[in-house]
């Protein structure tokens, strides 16, 4: 049984290659159970233990074991944590990847792909909310699929979005401009593409802010009870989501204005399969604000995890 560590998943992990490669599997479809989400006992009481399988038409496999324990953060160690095991279609595992460093590139990938049908076309300005170690991978995503000229990185801690900005420039190199957002909501206004990647409790990003023609990807919150967007941001945009099922049973920057009659569930239009499937149509005017709101699907992890496993033979 192979295993493919951190390094190896970053060093053959091609971002381009990844995004069509998602692309193939949300067109192709997967059966994805539900993922179970269970309390970790003791600590803080907080931290949570994730199990996500998928299963390929052709019967092979892949399930990944995720924690969070938002309490590593003051710790130093990173808050969401995972191993992910491959099954062959005789139900072999074969091998065991760092689901740590899958799960940053493949949420990365999900999202610029969304970008592909939902971002203008001629997007060169991006807005990255959030410092941690996701951040820059979904920077280097939308700048695989967008002419993205310039980066603008916001954080609550300077030395962090320093670092941000530091991260975001080895992976885009000298192509992007990348600094720190002068403010979130000056930098926001300016934004073709406003990305977050954030576990903030309380919204972020304000409707008011987003200029027409906007696109606004969420990705850091995936529990009810955290929100990255305010109510105007919701109610002006066109919103999309990663899936259905989990979407709508985990996001908090929908079920909580769902919830207080803001929006009505129609105002979800579609899911990723949808939009690749051809069976929606995404953007549609330049004027139009879109959302997407992903809390991330089996799926991605499955096809992530056979794209390495047919990169290193």
């Known amino acids: 049984m192979r295993v493919i560590d951190a390094d190896q998943v970053r060093t053959r992990a091609d971002l381009p290659g990844l995004i ?17 989400i269970l309390d970790i006992p003791g600590g803080s009481g907080d ?16 399930v990944k074991l995720v924690t969070y324990l938002p309490g590593n953060a003051g710790r ?24 740590t460093t899958v799960t940053r590139l493949r949420t990365a990938a999900a999202s610029a792909l969304a970008s592909k049908y939902l971002s203008r076309a001629d997007s060169s300005r991006l807005t990255l909310a959030g410092t941690g170690a996701l951040a820059p991978w979904m920077a280097a995503a939308h700048a695989v699929v967008r002419p ?3 980066i603008d990185v916001w954080g609550r801690r300077a030395e962090r979005v320093a670092a941000t900005v530091e991260a975001v420039r080895e992976l885009v190199k000298s192509r992007v401009e990348v600094r720190a957002a002068p403010s979130l909501d000056e930098s926001v206004r300016a934004a073709d593409i406003v990305t977050c990647a954030t576990s903030s409790p309380t919204p972020l ?43 709508l049973a985990e996001a908090g920057d929908l079920l909580d204005p769902i919830a207080r009659g803001v929006i009505g569930r129609e105002r979800v239009e579609a899911e990723l399969a949808d939009l690749v499937r051809g069976r929606v149509a995404g953007r549609q005017t330049v004027e139009e604000i879109t959302l997407f709101k992903s809390v991330g699907t089996a799926l991605e ?13």
């Open 205 to 247: 990003v304000e409707g008011r802010w987003l200029k027409p023609g906007s696109h606004v990807d969420l990705v850091g919150s995936f529990t009810p009870s955290t929100r990255e967007a305010d109510d105007e941001a919701v109610r002006r945009a066109r919103i999309f989501v990663d899936t259905f099922e989990g979407a």
């Open 47 to 62: 931290g949570q233990f994730l199990v996500m399988p998928a299963f390929a038409p052709d019967g092979s496999a892949a």
């Open 148 to 150: 993205i000229e310039r």
């Open 76 to 99: 130093g160690l990173p808050t969401v944590q995972a191993a992910i095991v491959a099954f062959s279609e005789g139900g072999t595992p074969v091998a065991v990847l760092d689901g």
């Open 301 to 313: 992890d499955l096809a992530a995890a056979w794209l390495l496993l047919e990169s290193v033979g």
């Open 20 to 36: 069509d490669c998602l692309e193939r599997a949300f067109r192709d479809g997967a059966t994805v159970p539900p993922r179970a």
